[in-house]
């Protein structure tokens, strides 16, 4: 007994790693799990043909057809065991993420909050050499820059939960003009003419705070990939198409999107090259298009993009009317206008 013992300590310490790398990792688990969900159905199958064969010389009407649909059966149980075991690791890990990146999210904002005050205290100071004066001008754009992609890191944690969203009726245009508002300097810092084309109340159904956010990234992506200083112009227009519903389309003269890039534009940090292109704005997240779509998508709308390289972006939202716009308003969608070498993707 003593010879055996020493032994079977790699066993027991083999089977003990395994046990452990079990509990502790998902992908491991999840693999075992399907593994033996294949090799229960094997067997089970395998006596389920048994049993019809041995039932076929006695009953040859009724044991095929009931060994048929056991076999159905087992197939529905067995691959939905399957489904929920092989997507568990990816949705734990996605949970994680989405917390971990909230969680970071919320740390950062107090301590850039106070960097942009202290820097704004800053600038008061009119003993400040232009030099300075333009540096802190240039660390307050950055800070609103990384203060924009925190809010969208945010945005993607209440996108995770869209019961918390309200639905009521939202006048769009005015949404659409505070924005405009809100961005005429930074335009007007690029040389560029911001416009807005749409009757003063324009209702559709949605959540105001994420509407704003919709409209909002969309202008700011039109005006940043709008080359500067080149008489350029960025232009909101409001209409109803042939259903009634509301299409907010933001139209640019920017550097359009090229065809491979037009299909991934709404992937979450995906960005388009723009190596080529002069006087553009950088230093994009890559998560405004992203949100853009989860919350038009959560709307029960769908976006359109036509584009042409060199010659500007249209990006239309469709979303659904309130009701009582939908009685009112009845207004047709112009689609006449025409681009040369221009790609139009509808996405829903």
């Keep these: 007994m003593q010879n055996q013992t020493p032994s079977l300590k790699p066993s027991v310490a083999w089977v003990t790693d395994l046990t452990h ?112 004066h333009e540096a802190f001008d240039d660390i307050l754009l950055e800070l ?13 944690d209440t996108l995770s939960q869209p019961n918390r969203m309200r639905m009521e009726p939202v006048n769009i245009s005015k949404i659409a003009e505070s924005v405009l508002e809100r961005n005429a300097a930074l335009a007007k810092s690029r040389g560029i003419s911001l416009s807005l084309l749409s009757s003063p109340t324009k209702m559709v159904l949605g959540n105001m705070t ?5 409209v909002s990234n969309l202008v700011k992506n039109a005006i940043n990939y709008t080359p500067a200083n080149s008489d350029g112009s960025v232009r909101i227009s409001i209409e109803n198409d042939y259903r009634n519903w509301v299409v907010l389309a933001v139209i640019d003269t920017g550097i359009g999107i090229g065809p491979k890039d037009l299909y991934h534009i709404f992937e979450p940090y995906y960005r388009g090259d723009t190596s080529r292109a002069r006087n553009v704005g950088t230093g994009s997240s890559g998560l405004g298009l992203a949100i853009v779509n989860e919350i038009v998508r959560m709307h029960k709308g769908t976006i359109s993009v036509k584009s042409a390289v060199g010659n500007g972006t249209t990006i239309a939202v469709t979303l659904p009317p309130a009701p009582a716009d939908a009685k009112t308003n009845e207004p047709e969608l112009d689609t006449s206008a025409e681009g040369i070498h221009e790609v139009l993707v509808d996405f829903t």
């Excluded at 994420?210 to 919709?214: D, G, I, S, Y």
């Design 21 to 132: 790398k079990y509990r502790s990792n998902q992908i491991f688990k999840a693999t075992v799990n399907i593994v033996t969900l294949k090799v229960i159905f094997g067997l089970l199958i395998l006596a389920v043909m048994t049993l019809a064969i041995v039932n076929a010389q006695q009953h040859p009407l009724t044991a095929l057809p009931g060994a048929w649909l056991c076999i159905i059966l087992l197939t529905a149980i067995f691959g939905f065991f399957q489904v929920r075991y092989a997507i568990t690791p990816a949705r734990d890990s996605l949970k994680f993420q989405k917390r971990f990146i909230g969680n970071i999210a919320h740390e950062l904002r107090t301590p850039l909050a106070i960097i942009k005050t202290t820097t704004e205290v800053a600038l008061i100071d009119t003993r400040l050499s232009p030099e300075l």
């Design 144 to 156: 609103d820059r990384i203060s924009e992609t925190i809010n969208n890191l945010l945005s993607f």
């Design 210 to 214: 994420a509407l704003e956010q919709v």
